[in-house]
């Protein structure tokens, strides 16, 4: 078991995070439970804020809110000073409700709606981010009609494509987002955003994957960016003063993964960015990044009860408990892996491998194939590391489970930021039509 951040194993032998034994916070909030290091949390969002702004003085962390956001995790997001990046009118709306500034929020979307193009510009957001020809020509007519100009930026397909241990950099890249550097769509884009009075071009934007364990496609990224940009200066005679990079920042999952250190993307960025602007003697621009999994993602766990044991003796054990893929399909979506703590035997050495399954009607309802577990029994509480990301954010209500509270954890403190759902939330939105009900149907009644 890797102790990072906060977690220690005190005298009971019970996993502590921010200080809070962790099975009595299992006790006091109920299972299954998100349990976020507030300490880590700010830790990570210093190190990008630090790092960036060491190497490049005019530069900005932007927090990637799909992969956590509530209403909490804004007032963090606002007192570390970063960005925050959104993808939907429901995640405007959080951070709004939060009261963070909109300025400093970044809108994205492959799809926005005309209600959510009108949200944005009326709550004043920083950058929209434009993803398409259809959009540019909704956000002007938003734009015209609501009296405004819009700060935008492109998003731009560079056609490089990050995996998690390799990238490739293909002529048309394949995917849903963004203006097509290689076939010309970007630069079409490019002049056609200059030259609408209702818009105000500041620069681009791109996003090369996520889970990325290397510093070099970013580096390889921001080169062909700011080449373009070359272009866009010779071609359409506009100077872009801001790029943004997007996120994707690697984060250990399991003891095989090694991303480099935070502040090493900073570094290889700067300097392929001072390389090419000189290249192509363009002024150094403003630099975004939009990490989102590497601040929360280490800061999260989740506590779950364990319930039944199924042993398939030669084959497997499977061992049950009270969550799965409602509070985290990351496994069952994409074969995420994760490690795990029996936490109230956390001073045991593990010895029995077993696979961790979910409570829905699904075989593939699963949250970790192979761990070694210290002894666990039901009852016990199970600790899954590092759920921190895109686990809350991509829940869902299947089988109709509640989903989960989740704590903020900090020096012995543990505050609720997420309610746990209840049965009576999950009929909440049902209606029942009359007519299912004994009263009349509409064509009964027309026919009397
Ligand atoms: C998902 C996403 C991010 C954040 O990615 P992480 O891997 O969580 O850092 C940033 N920007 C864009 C445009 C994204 O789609």
Redesign the pocket.
């Known amino acids: 078991m890797v102790l990072d951040g906060t977690k220690t194993i005190n005298s009971e032998g019970h996993l502590e995070i921010g200080g809070c034994d962790t099975v009595k916070l299992a006790e006091q909030f109920g299972t299954p439970l998100y349990v976020f290091d507030e300490a880590v949390i700010r830790r990570n969002a210093r190190a990008l804020r630090e790092s960036f702004a060491a190497h490049l003085p005019r530069s900005e962390v932007?927090y990637?809110g799909?992969?956590f956001l509530t209403t909490a995790m804004c007032k963090i997001v606002e007192q570390e000073g970063l960005g925050l990046?959104v993808?939907s009118g429901g995640e405007l709306y959080t951070a709004l409700k939060a009261g963070f500034p909109p300025e400093r929020v970044y809108f994205?979307g492959n799809n926005k709606s005309e209600d959510e193009i009108r949200l944005a510009l009326k709550a004043g957001v920083g950058r929209l981010?434009v993803d398409n020809f259809l959009e540019l020509e909704m956000l002007r007519e938003a734009a015209r009609s609501l009296k405004t100009r819009a700060r935008v930026l492109l998003?731009i397909t560079p056609g490089i494509e990050a995996h998690t241990h390799d990238y490739v950099r293909t002529g048309q890249i394949d995917s849903k987002?963004g203006f097509t550097l290689s076939n010309g769509q970007a630069l079409a884009a490019v002049r056609q955003a200059a030259a609408a009075p209702e818009l105000h071009l500041m620069g681009l934007?791109c996003?090369i994957?996520?889970?990325?364990f290397e510093v070099e496609p970013f580096a390889v990224a921001a080169r062909v960016m700011i080449g373009f940009m070359g272009e866009v200066k010779e071609e359409a005679g506009k100077i872009l003063r801001e790029l943004?990079l997007?996120?994707?920042?690697?984060i250990t999952y399991t003891h095989g993964d090694r991303p480099p250190e935070l502040s090493r993307y900073a570094a290889a960025i700067a300097r392929a960015v001072t390389e090419a602007c000189q290249e192509t003697g363009l002024p150094v621009p403003k630099i975004m990044?939009?990490?989102?999994?590497?601040?929360?993602?280490p800061a999260g766990t989740t506590l779950y009860t364990i319930g039944s044991i199924k042993e398939i003796p030669g084959v497997r054990t499977y061992l049950a408990v009270d969550g799965g893929m409602g509070d985290n399909p990351r496994t069952a979506l994409y074969g995420a892996k994760y490690e795990a703590v029996v936490a109230n035997k956390a001073d045991l050495e593990p010895d029995r491998v077993v696979s961790v399954a979910g409570k829905c009607c699904e075989s593939g309802d699963m949250l970790i194939w192979d761990v070694c577990l210290a002894d666990p029994r039901p009852g016990d509480i199970l600790a899954v590391f590092c759920t921190g990301?895109?686990n809350y954010s991509m829940a869902s209500n299947y089988n109709r489970l509640p989903r989960p509270a989740a704590v903020l954890v900090n020096e012995g403190e543990a505050d609720l930021i997420l309610e746990r759902e209840s049965y009576e939330d999950l009929v909440s939105h049902d209606r029942i039509p009359g007519r299912l009900q004994g009263e009349e149907s509409k064509a009964e009644r027309a026919v009397l």
């Not at 994957?209 to 990325?212: P, R």
């Not at 997007?246 to 690697?250: A, E, N, Q, R, V």
């Not at 990044?289 to 993602?297: A, K, N």
């Open positions: 932007i990637a799909k992969s990046d993808v994205h981010v998003r987002f934007h996003h994957g996520s889970q990325i943004d997007g996120g994707g920042f690697g990044v939009e990490p989102g999994r590497s601040i929360t993602g990301a895109y």
